[in-house]
């Protein structure tokens, strides 16, 4: 059983499209977050999430808008793609604030052209 | 605000050579956390170490050994006799954990390469 899971792993789209990547855990960890790996490989995070609520929103456009239906999942809806959008993002849990670590899923590879 | 320094970019070496992997830190924090990924080039971030700031002693690991120096805020990483198959990226991370948020501040990482 794969403890975070991302799907797809690979996504490629157009400009200006609308698409969703979806991230589960089975770890039963309160904390999921977002992390955006960029073409220089500078892993920076986005959102997390604390049992459904938004606690960490890093500076990211409004096209980027995280749900999260209960503590298992976390889905990263992007609108209006951008090429500057091409990047791997990282789903990852945690628990105890992290002070247990963190585990990660394997990336999801955006490519917009 | 915190920080993860990792100045090595990229680091050559032939195989069974001796590798020291540098990250230095910065935080105003009394309690955090400090973790070591390793990301082969099939993409994933496979999780190598963590450390917490009130636990200085080294640890090692089989052919990997990790020197914690709260005095120089540094935790560099050593793979003894290196391997084809640590080539790979190697990231430094910092946790940090203010009130519920928590988060990890990642170095630029560094591109390991190992020649047979």
């Known amino acids: 059983d794969t403890a975070v899971s991302q799907t797809p792993k690979y996504l490629v789209t157009q400009m200006g499209n609308d698409k969703s990547i979806k991230c589960e855990q089975n770890?039963?960890?309160?904390?999921m977050y977002w992390y955006k790996q960029d073409s220089k490989k500078f892993l920076k995070i986005m959102f997390s999430y604390n049992n459904k609520e938004l606690i960490i929103n890093e500076t990211v456009p409004n096209r980027f808008s995280p749900k999260s239906p209960d503590k298992a999942h976390l889905n990263l809806h992007i609108n209006s793609l951008e090429l500057g959008d091409s990047a791997v993002y990282f789903c990852?849990?945690?628990?105890?604030?992290?002070?247990?670590?963190?585990?990660f899923g394997s990336g999801t590879r955006l490519t917009v052209v | 605000a915190q920080k993860v320094t990792q100045a090595q970019t990229e680091i050559s070496v032939v195989e069974k050579e001796d590798v020291t992997l540098d990250c230095v830190y910065e935080t105003r924090d009394t309690t955090y956390y400090l973790f070591w990924y390793k990301q082969p080039p099939s993409g994933e971030l496979v999780f190598l170490i963590r450390r917490n700031s009130f636990d200085e002693q080294n640890e090692i690991s089989g052919r990997y050994s990790w020197n914690f120096q709260k005095s120089t805020s540094s935790f560099n990483f050593t793979i003894t006799a290196s391997q084809v198959v640590d080539s790979a990226v190697y990231f430094c991370?910092?946790?940090?954990?203010?009130?519920?948020?928590?988060?990890?501040?990642f170095g630029k990482g560094i591109t390991l390469s190992v020649r047979p």
């Open positions: 990852a849990s945690s628990q105890d604030r992290g002070t247990s670590g963190y585990t």
């Open positions: 770890l039963g960890h309160d904390t």
């Open positions: 991370a910092l946790g940090s954990y203010t009130g519920a948020n928590s988060k990890l501040t």
